[in-house]
């Protein structure tokens, strides 16, 4: 009983760290466990915004986030060979993927340059970061703002001009 709760656990956790392009291929259930060891994840080859010295764990962490920032699979950035399935991300064939790229070093600009001369003393680092989450908020196009309708005793952005007598 235990035992097999412990092999369940083992599973799930090596579903849910094994890569989507490593994971795919071979779907781990939790019958067919324990799994062969993930492959090491391959060296990326055309950073041009990102570090390139960057642990590929922590690529594919900033991936995964992109990919919820937007609402969206890693193939709407990456090219998938319509034959294999096998996606190609080192390649530069996607509009969005280079939009992305402005995107990245937009936001890193936003960060170091601007959000650091920022000083509040009630915001902490996670409010004063701004991430592609903080405007797309799970879409691909970020959504217009619609100002709620006019609260007529306090209209939003009101300052008291006249004291009231
Ligand atoms: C919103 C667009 C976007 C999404 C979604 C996205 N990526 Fe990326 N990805 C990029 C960009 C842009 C780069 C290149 C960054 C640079 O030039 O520094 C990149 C680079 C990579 C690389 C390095 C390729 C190389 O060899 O240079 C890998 C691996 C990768 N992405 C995997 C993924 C995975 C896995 C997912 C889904 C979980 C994903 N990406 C989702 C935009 C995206
Ligand atoms: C300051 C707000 C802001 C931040 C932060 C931001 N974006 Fe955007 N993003 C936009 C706006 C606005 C557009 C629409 C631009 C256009 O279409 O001309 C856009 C468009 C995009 C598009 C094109 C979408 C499409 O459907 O054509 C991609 C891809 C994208 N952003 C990725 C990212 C990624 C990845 C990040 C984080 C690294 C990010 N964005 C951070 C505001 C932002």
């Known amino acids: 009983m235990r035992c ?17 392009l490593v994971g ?14 993930p492959r090491p994840l391959p060296k990326p080859v055309n950073l041009q915004v990102l570090p390139k010295d960057i642990p590929p764990q922590d690529l594919v962490k900033l991936m ?27 390649a530069d064939t996607k509009p969005d993927k280079a939009m992305a790229r402005t995107m ?14 920022i000083h509040d003393p009630d915001a902490m680092p996670a409010d004063k970061t701004v991430s592609c989450g903080t405007c797309h908020r799970g879409n ?8 709620k309708p006019e609260d007529h005793e306090h209209p939003a952005g009101s300052m008291p001009m006249q004291h009231p007598q």
């Open 24 to 37: 795919q291929d071979n779907p781990l259930s939790a019958t067919n466990a324990p799994a062969q060891q």
């Open 104 to 117: 990245i070093a937009m936001t890193q600009e936003i960060n170091t340059k601007f959000m650091t001369q």
């Open 64 to 90: 995964r986030g992109y990919s919820q920032a937007l609402g969206v699979h890693c193939s709407f950035c990456h090219e998938v060979n319509e034959q294999t399935h096998k996606p190609n991300f080192a």
């Open 4 to 20: 097999s709760a412990l092999l369940a656990a083992t599973a799930m956790f090596l579903v849910c760290t094994s890569l989507p």
């Open 140 to 147: 691909t196009m970020p959504a217009q703002f619609t100002p």
